[in-house]
């Protein structure tokens, strides 16, 4: 199997058929509790689960997430962080 296949299942299944609850920005003690001085909007779901973006997979800053409306059609919006 190759890697992006393992990868994509694996994350299929930890967020196909979540419920999103509730989106918003980290507080800053919590930036500051992971020494980051960027923060980022938190996806939070229903089960309790949620999604961070990082800058990079080593978790040294808060990171944008790009979000594409329909794919292709140049109708996007970066979720930038604060």
């Not at 999103?20 to 001085?37: N, P, V």
Request: proline residues 4%.
């Amino acid at each position: 199997m190759s890697k992006d296949k393992a990868h994509n299942e694996k994350f299929q299944k930890l967020l196909i058929g979540k419920t999103i609850s509730r989106c918003s920005y980290m507080t800053k003690k919590d930036a500051e509790q992971f020494g980051w001085y960027k923060r980022p909007l938190i996806i939070e779901f229903t089960d309790g689960s949620m999604l961070i973006p990082q800058m990079d997979d080593e978790g040294n800053d808060g990171g944008a997430v790009i979000y594409e409306d329909v794919p292709g059609k140049d109708n996007y919006e970066i979720i930038y962080t604060i």
